[in-house]
C-alpha cells in the first residue's frame, strides 16, 4: 500500500533504540524524511545514518534529553532547521520508575511527570501552529497499556500515561478541524531492550529470576507471545499519513490482545 508520505517531515524522540526506532525505520522506509532525538549523544548520529543508508530517506539526529526544557526547545529548533516544518510528530519517552504507590518519592513523581507529560506538551506547543496552517499534521504519543489499564505495581506510569490519553484527546478536540490528527499509541510488551531491563528491575525487587518475569509478561497476552518493533512501526505509519485522517482523539491498543477493555 502506497501511503502518501513521500515528502512529509518527520521528528521522532527517543528514537536511537526500541520502539522509537522502529518509529523512525518505518516513517523513512515510507519515504519520509526524519529528524531523531536521544539523550545518546554518542549513538543518535550513528543510528541516524543507518536509518539513512538503509532506506535512502533523509535522516538527521539530534541530541536531546527530554526532561530538559532547553533540550526540547533545541530539538523542536533544530527539527525545523534541518527538515523544514514538521508534518509528524511521535513523542517516545523512556519509562518512569516503577513501584507501587507506598514506595513511590516525590522526586519520583516529578522524575515521571518531567519525562512523561512534559515532552508532549511542549513539542506540540512548538510545532502545532505550523500544522495548523498548513493543513496537515500528525501527532502521535507512545504510551503504554497501563494507560488503559492501571497496574497497581507501576503507579506513576499508570497515572501519567492515562493523563497523556487525556492530554491527547483535548488537543485532537480542538484541531480536528485543521487537518490535524492526534492520537495515543498504547502497547504492550514488546521485544525490546527496555522490557528486558525493567524485567531485570522488577526481578531484583521480588527475589525471583529475570527469566521468569520475562516468560510471565509474554505469556501474559492471549496470542503467547511478544510484540515486534516493526509491528509498531507499520502501525504508527499508516496513522501518520494521509490515509489515518478519520482517526484522531482516541487511545489505540497494540498489544496481542491483553487489554480485557472493549
Same mark, same amino acid.
Given at each position: ?6 515528502? /512529509? ?19 523513512? %522506509? @515510507? ?13 543518535? &548520529? ?21 526532561? /530538559? ?8 529548533? %533544530?527539527?525545523? &532547521? ?20 507506598? %514506595? ?44 488503559? &489499564? ?23 478536540? @480542538? ?21 528486558? &531491563?525493567?524485567? /531485570? ?43 489515518? %485522517? ?13 487489554? /480485557?477493555?472493549?
Amino acid at each position: 500500500m502506497e501511503l502518501g508520505l513521500k515528502g /512529509k517531515s518527520a521528528l521522532v524522540t527517543g528514537a536511537s533504540y526500541g520502539l522509537g526506532y522502529a518509529c523512525a525505520l518505518s516513517l523513512a %522506509e @515510507e519515504g519520509a524524511d526524519v529528524a531523531i532525538s536521544s539523550r545518546y549523544v554518542d549513538k543518535v &548520529e550513528s543510528v541516524a545514518a543507518q536509518i539513512a543508508a538503509t532506506t535512502g530517506s533523509k535522516v538527521v539526529g539530534i541530541a536531546a534529553d527530554l526532561t /530538559k526544557m532547553d533540550d526540547l526547545e533545541k530539538t523542536a529548533r %533544530e527539527a525545523q &532547521e534541518k527538515l523544514g516544518d514538521i508534518d509528524i510528530l511521535i513523542v517516545s519517552t523512556g519509562h518512569p520508575p516503577t513501584h507501587p504507590f507506598s %514506595e513511590t518519592t516525590d522526586d519520583q513523581w516529578q522524575y515521571g511527570h518531567d519525562l512523561v507529560l512534559r515532552p508532549p506538551i511542549v513539542l506540540t506547543r512548538l510545532l502545532l501552529d505550523s500544522m495548523r496552517k498548513r493543513n496537515y499534521g500528525r501527532i502521535i504519543f507512545i504510551g503504554s497499556i497501563f494507560g488503559i &489499564e492501571a497496574e497497581a505495581s507501576s503507579v506513576v506510569q499508570s497515572t501519567l500515561r492515562t493523563g497523556l490519553n487525556a492530554l491527547a484527546k483535548c488537543i485532537a478536540t @480542538e484541531v480536528a478541524a485543521d487537518g490535524v490528527t492526534v492520537n495515543v499509541i498504547c502497547p504492550g510488551y514488546f521485544d525490546t531492550p527496555l522490557v528486558h &531491563e525493567l524485567a /531485570k528491575q522488577f526481578a531484583t525487587t521480588h527475589g525471583v529470576s529475570a527469566q521468569e518475569v520475562v516468560n510471565a509478561w509474554k505469556y501474559s497476552a492471549p496470542v503467547k507471545k511478544f510484540g515486534k518493533p516493526e509491528d509498531l512501526g507499520a502501525l504508527i505509519s499508516f496513522i501518520a499519513s494521509p490515509k489515518g %485522517e478519520f482517526i484522531t482523539g482516541t487511545a489505540i491498543t497494540i498489544d496481542g490482545g491483553a487489554v /480485557k477493555q472493549y
